[in-house]
C-alpha cells in the first residue's frame, strides 16, 4: 500500500541519543520513502523534537546511523542537510521580524540552495507566496500576520530550500479547525509537487487525514509504524494516550 519498495528516502537506524544519564531516544529505526506522508505521533516529551534535530542537524545521536538518498549524513551541519534536501520547519516560528514577508522567503533562497538564483529571488519568493496564499502579504511586516499565516509563511520559507523531505514539527498547534485544514491541505499539495513529509502533530484528526503511515514514540522508543488505522488499535498506543 505504501510505497515502501522504493529505496527510502531517509534512513535512520538504531538512533541513540542521551542527555546526561537521561536516553530521550533509545535505538530508534525510522524510514520514509521518495514522496512518501508518514505521521510521528507520541505524548509530550516522547522524543519527537529530540529526533527531528538528530535528522536535521541540530543534534548529533550517540548511537545509530542515518541515510539520506542512500549517503550517511551523520555530522553534517544542519545547513549542507538542508542544501541536499532535508528540511524542517519550526514548532515556533521565527520569522526575521524586520525583514518584510517576502524578504523572509528570500533570506533561504540565497543562502540555503547549492545554487542560489542570482537574479530574480524576488520573483521566486513571490510565486512561493503565491503557492502558499500570502502573496498578498508580500510587503508587510510578519508581525502583520495572524497565527495562520505565520505558520504558512514558515513552511514558505521552509520551501524556498528546495526540500525533498519536509519535516513540520507541530505546524499546527493553537490554530482553528478550519485553521488546521488549510495547513492540511497546503502540506497535501506540496507532497502531490513530490515532496515528501514527516507531519509531527498533536490534532489525531488532521495525522489520520494525512498519513499513510503513522509511527509513534513513546519515552524514546518506537512502539508502533505502520497503516494509521491499525496503529491506532494497537494497545500500547491506546494505553499511551489513555495514560496522558
Ligand atoms: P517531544 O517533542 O516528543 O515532546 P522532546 O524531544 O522535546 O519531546 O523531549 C524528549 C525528552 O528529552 C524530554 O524529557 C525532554 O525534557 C528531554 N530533552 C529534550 N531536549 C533536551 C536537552 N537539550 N537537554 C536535556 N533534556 C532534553
Ligand atoms: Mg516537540
Given at each position: 500500500?505504501?510505497?515502501?519498495?522504493?529505496?527510502?528516502?531517509?534512513?535512520?537506524?538504531?538512533?541513540?541519543?542521551?542527555?546526561?544519564?537521561?536516553?530521550?531516544?533509545?535505538?530508534?529505526?525510522?524510514?520514509?520513502?521518495?514522496?512518501?506522508?508518514?505521521g510521528l505521533i507520541g505524548p509530550?516529551?516522547s522524543?519527537k523534537?529530540?529526533?527531528?534535530?538528530?535528522?536535521?542537524?541540530?543534534?548529533?545521536?550517540?548511537?545509530?546511523?542515518?541515510?539520506?538518498?542512500?549517503?550517511?549524513?551523520?555530522?553534517?551541519?544542519?545547513?549542507?542537510?538542508?542544501?541536499?534536501?532535508?528540511?524542517?520547519?519550526?514548532?515556533?516560528?521565527?520569522?526575521?521580524?524586520?525583514?518584510?514577508?517576502?524578504?523572509?522567503?528570500?533570506?533561504?533562497?540565497?543562502?540555503?540552495?547549492?545554487?542560489?538564483?542570482?537574479?530574480?529571488?524576488?520573483?521566486?519568493?513571490?510565486?512561493?507566496?503565491?503557492?502558499?496564499?500570502?502573496?498578498?502579504?508580500?510587503?508587510?511586516?510578519?508581525?502583520?500576520?495572524?497565527?495562520?499565516?505565520?505558520?504558512?509563511?514558515?513552511?514558505?520559507?521552509?520551501?524556498?530550500?528546495?526540500?525533498?523531505?519536509?519535516?513540520?514539527?507541530?505546524?499546527?498547534?493553537?490554530?482553528?479547525?478550519?485553521?488546521?485544514?488549510?495547513?492540511?491541505?497546503?502540506?497535501?499539495?506540496?507532497?502531490?509537487?513530490?515532496?515528501?513529509?514527516?507531519?509531527?502533530?498533536?490534532?489525531?484528526?488532521?495525522v489520520?487525514?494525512?498519513?499513510?503511515r503513522i509511527v509513534v514514540l513513546v519515552?524514546?522508543r518506537k512502539i508502533a509504524d505502520g497503516?494509521p488505522?491499525?496503529v491506532m488499535?494497537h494497545?500500547e498506543v491506546e494505553?499511551a494516550y489513555?495514560?496522558?
Open positions: 500500500m505504501t510505497p515502501i519498495l522504493q529505496a527510502p528516502i531517509l534512513e535512520a537506524q538504531n538512533i541513540t541519543k542521551r542527555f546526561g544519564g537521561f536516553t530521550a531516544l533509545d535505538a530508534v529505526d525510522f524510514t520514509i520513502a521518495p514522496g512518501e506522508r508518514v509530550n516529551g522524543g523534537s529530540t529526533f527531528v534535530n538528530c535528522l536535521s542537524g541540530a543534534l548529533n545521536p550517540e548511537r545509530g546511523t542515518i541515510l539520506f538518498e542512500g549517503a550517511r549524513i551523520n555530522g553534517l551541519p544542519a545547513w549542507q542537510r538542508a542544501r541536499r534536501g532535508l528540511v524542517r520547519s519550526f514548532q515556533i516560528p521565527r520569522p526575521f521580524k524586520k525583514l518584510s514577508v517576502v524578504e523572509n522567503v528570500q533570506v533561504p533562497l540565497r543562502f540555503a540552495l547549492a545554487t542560489p538564483p542570482v537574479e530574480g529571488s524576488e520573483r521566486r519568493a513571490l510565486a512561493i507566496l503565491e503557492s502558499i496564499g500570502l502573496a498578498a502579504k508580500a510587503d508587510r511586516s510578519p508581525r502583520d500576520l495572524s497565527q495562520v499565516e505565520l505558520r504558512k509563511l514558515e513552511l514558505g520559507r521552509a520551501l524556498a530550500a528546495s526540500p525533498r523531505l519536509l519535516i513540520a514539527d507541530e505546524a499546527m498547534a493553537g490554530l482553528s479547525d478550519s485553521e488546521v485544514d488549510e495547513i492540511v491541505e497546503l502540506l497535501e499539495r506540496l507532497n502531490h509537487d513530490g515532496i515528501a513529509i514527516i507531519l509531527i502533530e498533536h490534532i489525531m484528526r488532521a489520520m487525514r494525512f498519513s499513510q519515552a524514546g497503516d488505522h491499525e488499535r494497545a494505553r489513555l495514560g496522558q
